[in-house]
């Protein structure tokens, strides 16, 4: 942003010659530890996997691998047949994201702009559980997806038991509905005049206005999904059904550790993708995103 | 004259009929406007009911009961927190879990807040910074923690090995019951602080430049200023984010399961990870209720207090 912003250390000082240096150094030093810190680590996996298994078993280890294996990655995926766990884990992340639209963005939009009598008694019932911590709430949620109350039905190695419940999420409703309410209602009214029902009004006027927060909603969703790893082992106990976090841990005792890192590599590549892509997006969720907890 | 009591009697009856007309048709009007509105809302509420709300109610009652699927659950009263509190690994994991998040608050509150706090004092390569310490965020926690596990081995591991490059002491780190839950909250700090350190830095460039001058006119040297100034200034994101990492970090589950194992000799044992060993190990659900109910309460706490705070700012 404005990077003239007067900051903790006077500009005045930064342009002296004593001031300069001492601001170069710490720069230097900054950037090398963080460098060391958090690409140093992924350069370790990355050229890891690319090592024969006796250099990733010697002591000390290799900086560089002696001989390089870039094969090694193709080689795994067809070993640990990651096609599978890849579109299992894409099935999962995709249908959590879509089922969580289709239910949070008409809830958001009835407590904005329909605003039902009761709508704010709701509304804070979903928001009171904001206060439950998921974790915390594991086995009545995992007893329900055994039996669903009313319906009877057992969803375990089902992907709607990972779907269903991420759905019940207040904070994305909360989010939703605060930007919706900014919509103003003369773009609604004059909608209903020109004869658009609610659902068209929503399609029409209001979806598109709100291209910004479904981009967020719809990351934030698609990541959390991604990353999941205790629910998902929990509900899909069918080694056939299981995304890649719960593949990956479940076989990562047998695996040849090049293989393995080769495995974690793939399954981190993806998200690191959709980061680079929307950045900005992502960041601007994190201020959202970090009232959920 | 017979006209007159006919032309007389509608202006005397239409006000109110026309009056009740409107009423019902305003009523039927507002019935069909508040039925499409509930009709939008079903979907949520549905799955509110099943997958929060139910659960929540359900999770004190079953702590109450002892689960069996086969023949149904039965009261047992407090047996569950008999059992629980019989189990000496109860301890265990609250202290664990406490030291862990203590762990985690001076590493994962602190480091955050300085690294920021150093950020935004820089002209250059703040790209790069950000992209840097916010990218093992977007990382599966379960590929951390596998890649994590094999940098801490002691022989062939990255860690020891930069420790030997840096002429320092070597750790057994996962391996020792002394260190292995401050190995932990390392991995969960390094993948985590990305996101408090943004919000931070977010903060911090909020904060008025006059200020500082004003601070400086006053005789603050570098320390007072950020004592008097930026501390004070961030002091709600501060909070909140302090609040935040103790929910989270009290529900530590994935590390000490894919790391450590609760090993080595329970020195890694959770509160979840109990959770999860009285649920999917011993199917014992009523007592994992139970321990869950007292986990809830205390996060409950942490979280109404924090949403207290939150609102207080927003109002």
Redesign the interface.
């Known amino acids: ?3 003239s ?6 500009p005045s000082v ?1 342009r002296t010659r004593k001031g300069k240096l001492v601001y170069w150094s ?2 230097t030093v ?2 090398a530890l ?9 350069y ?2 990355v050229t ?1 996997a690319m090592k024969t298994p006796a250099e ?6 290799t900086c560089v691998p002696a001989e390089w294996h870039p094969e090694n990655y193709a080689r795994a995926w067809r070993e640990m047949d990651l096609t599978r766990y890849f579109l299992n884990t894409v099935l999962l992340a995709g249908g959590a994201w879509l089922i969580q639209l ?3 963005v ?2 958001a ?3 904005s702009k ?4 009761f ?1 704010n008694v ?1 509304l804070g ?3 009171v ?5 998921a ?10 997806v ?1 039996d ?3 319906f009877h039905r057992n969803l375990i190695d089902s992907p709607s038991a990972v779907w ?2 991420a ?2 999420n ?1 904070f994305n ?1 909360y989010i939703l509905k605060n930007f919706f309410d900014r919509v103003p209602d003369e773009l609604l009214d004059a909608a209903r005049i020109d004869g658009a029902g ?1 659902l068209g009004t ?1 399609w029409r006027i209001v979806l598109p206005l709100s291209r910004p927060i479904l981009a967020v909603v719809s990351i934030l969703s698609v ?1 959390a999904a ?2 999941d ?2 629910w998902p082992l ?1 509900v899909l106990p069918d080694p056939a059904k299981q995304p ?3 593949f ?2 479940r076989v ?1 005792q047998d695996t040849p ?1 090049n293989s ?2 080769a495995g ?1 590599v793939l ?2 590549l993806p ?2 993708a ?3 892509v929307f ?1 900005r997006q ?2 601007a969720g ?2 959202a ?3 959920k ?1 | 004259m017979t006209t007159a009591p006919l032309l007389k009697k509608p202006p005397s009856r239409s006000p109110a009929t026309a009056a009740q007309g409107r009423r019902a048709a305003r009523l039927r009007r507002s019935v069909r ?2 039925l ?3 009709g ?2 079903c ?3 549905v ?2 009911a ?7 109610v ?2 004190v009652l ?1 702590a109450f009961q002892d ?1 069996n ?1 086969a023949t149904g659950s039965t009261w047992t009263g407090l047996t569950n927190f008999e059992k629980l509190f019989a189990d000496p690994l109860l301890a265990t994991a609250w202290r664990n879990t406490a030291v862990f998040t203590a762990y985690a608050l001076v590493l994962g509150f602190f480091v955050p807040f300085l690294t920021a ?9 703040r790209a ?9 965020v ?6 951390v ?4 596990k ?2 801490y081995d002691p ?4 860690l020891n ?2 420790l ?1 490059t840096l002429h320092l002491p070597t750790s057994a780190w996962l391996d020792s019951s002394s260190t292995s839950l401050v190995s932990l909250v390392i991995v969960s700090t ?1 993948a985590n602080m990305g ?1 408090a350190t ?2 931070y830095l ?1 903060a ?2 909020t ?1 008025p ?2 200020l ?2 004003a601070a ?1 006119l006053d005789g603050a040297n ?1 320390w007072q ?2 004592r008097h ?2 501390v004070p200034q961030t002091r709600f994101v501060l909070l ?2 302090l609040l ?1 990492q103790i ?2 970090t009290m ?1 530590v ?2 590390e000490p ?2 790391m450590t194992g609760g090993g080595p000799d329970d020195s890694t044992v959770t509160v ?1 990870f109990l ?2 060993r009285y ?2 190990v011993y199917n014992d ?1 009523g007592t ?2 139970a321990l ?1 109910l007292l ?2 309460l205390v ?2 706490a942490f ?2 207090l ?2 207290r705070v ?1 609102r207080t700012k927003e109002g």
Do not use: D
């Open positions: 942003m404005a990077a912003t007067r900051t903790l250390i006077r930064l710490v720069l900054a950037l963080f460098t060391l810190a958090f690409l140093v680590p992924l370790w996996a890891g990733l078993a010697q002591n000390p280890p289709a239910v949070q008409p809830a939009y009835a407590l329909l605003r039902p009598r709508g709701v019932l979903m928001l559980t904001l206060m439950m911590p974790t915390a709430l594991l086995v009545p949620v995992y007893l329900t055994v669903v109350p009313l269903l419940p759905a019940a207040a409703i609610p929503l990541v991604w990353k790893f205790l929990l890649l976090s719960v990956l841990q990562a550790l393995l890192v974690l399954a981190s998200l690191i959709l980061f680079l950045q992502i960041v994190l201020g995103g970090s009232l907890g | 406007e508040h499409t509105a509930y939008f809302l979907a949520a509420v799955i509110f099943l997958f929060s709300w139910w659960p929540i359900r999770n079953l689960v699927f706090v150093l950020l935004n004092e820089f002209r250059h390569a790069y910074f950000r992209v840097l310490v916010y990218l093992p977007m990382l599966p926690p379960v590929v923690a596998l890649m994590w094999w940098f022989g062939p591991g990255l090995e930069v030997r390094w996101t943004l919000i977010a911090l460039q904060i430049g006059e500082y001058e400086e570098l200023r950020l100034v930026t909140v984010l935040l929910v989270a529900q589950f994935t399961y894919v979840m959770v999860y649920a999917f659900f994992a209720s869950s986990l809830l996060l409950a979280s109404a924090y949403l939150t």
